[in-house]
């Protein structure tokens, strides 16, 4: 219960101080640190003897002298038949392959070339009559009076009296469309009565020949 007591002291400096460290510049410190780096003594082994006998090796026994040795030593080289080499027979060299031409086909002799037609000349337009010139001088002068690029205005009223004959125009045209489309009736309706008076007149002429023949055979 010792830490109880410690808390009950009022004053810190009577309080239990743990002891300082050791100096580094101290001698026993460096004989500390040297005592621990110390390594242990290798202890000793005994001696044991190995009871194997030794063996010699003997190498002309084991290895066989190689064939030919002692001739290269000597210097003694036998030459072995040299082989028959037969002399070059002279080759004729190829003859040259003619390239094959193929047959052309001949073709007939071009005919001369002919002169082209010469091309009409034109006559120059003071060659045209001064009537002609009349005519086109009109419609040049008439081109050069024309204002080009100016606004046309109208009047209202005048717009409405255009307007107003437009529209007297096209019911003309329809009335008259219609009077056309009843004439091409009347002219159908004619020609249907028509042809039923010639088909008439016809049987009616067929009847009358027929009676004149059996008038005739009786006489």
Do not use: C
Not at 66 to 88: D, K, T, V
Not at 97 to 117: G, H, L, N, W
């Amino acid at each position: 219960m010792k830490f109880l007591k410690r808390e009950k002291k009022s004053d810190f400096d009577e309080l239990d101080l743990p002891p300082a460290p050791p100096s580094l510049d101290t001698e026993e410190f460096g004989a500390d640190f040297d005592k621990g780096m110390e390594l242990p003594e290798i202890p000793d082994f005994p001696e044991e003897k190995i009871s194997a006998p030794e063996q010699k090796f003997d190498w002309e026994k084991e290895m066989p002298a190689e064939q030919g040795i002692e001739e290269l030593q000597q210097g003694n080289f036998a030459a072995g038949p040299m082989p028959h080499i037969s002399a070059p027979s002279a080759t004729v060299p190829p003859e040259p392959v003619q390239p094959i031409k193929p047959d052309m086909p001949s073709f007939p002799a071009m005919a001369p070339e002919q002169p082209a037609p010469e091309s009409p000349r034109f006559t120059p337009l003071d060659d045209y009559p001064k009537m002609e010139r009349r005519l086109f001088a009109q419609e040049k002068r008439a081109l050069k009076e024309r204002p080009a690029g100016k606004a046309i205005y109208v009047k209202v009223d005048k717009f409405k009296a255009a307007l107003g004959s437009i529209n007297v125009v096209r019911s003309d045209l329809r009335k008259s469309e219609d009077a056309l489309m009843k004439l091409e009736n009347i002219k159908n309706s004619k020609d249907r009565s028509f042809d039923r008076i010639r088909n008439s007149l016809d049987d009616l002429q067929k009847k009358l020949i027929f009676i004149d023949k059996t008038l005739f055979k009786e006489d």
